[in-house]
T-cell receptor, first 111, second 114 residues
Framework: QQKVQQSPESLSVPEGGMASLNCTSS?????YFWWYRQHSGEGPKALM?????GDKKEGRFTAHLNKASLHVSLHIRDSQPSDSALYFC???????????FGLGTRVSVFP | EAAVTQSPRNKVAVTGGKVTLSCNQT?????MYWYRQDTGHGLRLIHY???????EKGDIPDGYKASRPSQENFSLILELATPSQTSVYFC?????????????FGPGTRLLVL
């Protein structure tokens, strides 16, 4: 079973709309959650990290973390066509080992 | 922004052949990683390194070796390639200076093993 569960698998959002992505980890040995974004044909790029309960906002992106339930969400406000991509969640502990990624949520922004 | 390059970008290999995937980073990051990406499995960690001369096994190391001859270079070696190793391979380097270990990925190598 995947250690990191992401939902939904895919999401279609109108341009200017709100996209909401969810992620739950089964690993309690973490300090941060990372969100990575991957455009087609490219490598993933770090989007943002969150390590405190509550919200963290970076531009049009807001992450919300609930450590007790090991659940993190990502909300994309005013979605743009350039936001169409595969979004990965990855919990991370305080070590230099690699990340464990979820399977991703594919976001498609339509005009 | 951190720069990670991979070569080759595309590779066709024969079953039983040897394949070497190369990765170079110019940001003096200590940590480097090899992942593979497959539909239905997401990104999975194969090997990683804390610095020149070190290699560590990740989650799916079987059938792969890694080599870190210098700070800048990290190679993934398939001694006897199999069709199940057909995948897209990503190299990444990690910035551990801040403690957040942001990982910077290369553009990927698409490997087809026939």
């Amino acid at each position: 079973q995947q250690k990191v569960q992401q939902s939904p698998e895919s999401l279609s959002v109108p341009e200017g709309g709100m996209a909401s992505l969810n992620c739950t980890s089964s690993d309690r040995n973490f300090q941060y959650f990372w969100w990575y974004r991957q455009h087609s044909g490219e490598g993933p790029k770090a989007l943002m990290s969150i390590f405190s309960d509550g919200d963290k906002k970076e531009g049009r992106f807001t992450a919300h973390l609930n450590k007790a339930s090991l659940h993190v969400s990502l909300h994309i406000r005013d979605s743009q066509p350039s936001d169409s991509a595969l979004y990965f969640c990855a919990p991370w502990g305080n070590y230099a080992q690699g990340l464990t990624f979820g399977l991703g949520t594919r976001v498609s922004v339509f005009p | 922004e951190a720069a990670v390059t991979q070569s080759p970008r595309n590779k066709v290999a024969v079953t039983g052949g040897k394949v070497t995937l190369s990765c170079n980073q110019t940001n003096n990051h200590n940590n480097m990683y090899w992942y593979r990406q497959d539909t239905g499995h997401g990104l999975r960690l194969i090997h990683y390194s804390y610095g020149a001369g070190s290699t560590e096994k990740g989650d799916i190391p079987d059938g792969y070796k890694a080599s870190r001859p210098s700070q800048e270079n990290f190679s993934l070696i398939l001694e006897l390639a199999t069709p199940s190793q057909t995948s897209v391979y990503f190299c990444a380097s990690g910035d551990d200076g801040t403690g957040f270990n942001t990982q910077y990925f290369g553009p990927g190598t698409r490997l087809l093993v026939l």
